[in-house]
């Protein structure tokens, strides 16, 4: 069955962190209201009740690439939203694990993996309070969704041999509108952080191409890596 084929439109003002402007009126929130912030946000931009951004509800093209030789073992996507990536992990045989923060996005991937007669298992849970653990996993994704201060998580997570796939927007990206600095690397950074980190670079890429999230021509960091 093909899953999740269809383009969601969602908001500019949301979508991974576009066009966020921080007011200087109000005091700052605290910890717990910015979570309660994020959670709502993101269930927006996610489960569609927001439609103004353009995003690619269809598994993402890197890491469909990267499992393509692979056997199937543990997989862990990080930032799972509506369920995109975790349900196609599963769907190619994989044991496909994900957390998001977003509980309605999660429900919703959870209804579309029964729907699809497909076993996926979610957390909801903000993903840098995420217990990785040891050992566990053959393949952790950050698909728009990170990957820059878990290396030292993920390192230790992943089995030997395991791999970790990073897709997210070139600094260069900023200039055409705001990002949120969690998915955004500089040159050459992913690549210096992961070898540092005791991780083999099998795929590194910086180039034009079209992000998952706007859907706009920009340029995209694409890192594959393998734990020696």
Do not use: C
């Amino acid at each position: 069955m093909k899953l999740l084929l269809t383009v969601l439109l969602l908001p500019l003002a949301l979508s991974v962190g576009f066009g966020q402007v921080a007011s200087t009126s109000q005091p700052a929130p605290s910890a717990r209201e910015v979570k309660e912030m994020e959670r709502q946000k993101w269930n927006a931009v996610l489960t569609g009740k927001e439609t103004r951004v353009p995003f690619n509800a269809r598994p993402n093209k890197l890491l469909a690439e990267t499992i393509k030789a692979r056997k199937p073992g543990k997989a862990l996507d990080v930032g799972m939203g509506q369920g995109r990536n975790t349900l196609f992990l599963a769907q190619q045989g994989w044991d496909a694990y994900g957390v998001d923060i977003a509980d309605e996005a999660v429900t919703l991937a959870q209804d579309n993996a029964r729907k699809a007669n497909l076993r996926i298992t979610t957390f909801v849970q903000d993903a840098s309070e995420f217990e990785f653990g040891a050992d566990r996993w053959d393949l952790v994704a950050f698909i728009y969704a990170g990957g820059r201060s878990q290396v030292e998580q993920v390192h230790r997570s992943l089995k030997p041999g395991g791999i970790v796939v990073i897709e997210g927007f070139h600094r260069d990206a900023t200039k055409k509108r705001k990002i949120s600095e969690n998915v955004v690397f500089d040159t050459d950074e992913l690549m210096k952080l992961y070898t540092a980190a005791g991780f083999s670079v099998l795929r590194y890429e910086e180039s034009e191409g079209i992000g998952d999230f706007g859907l706009q021509q920009m340029r995209l960091v694409k890192l594959v890596a393998q734990k020696k």
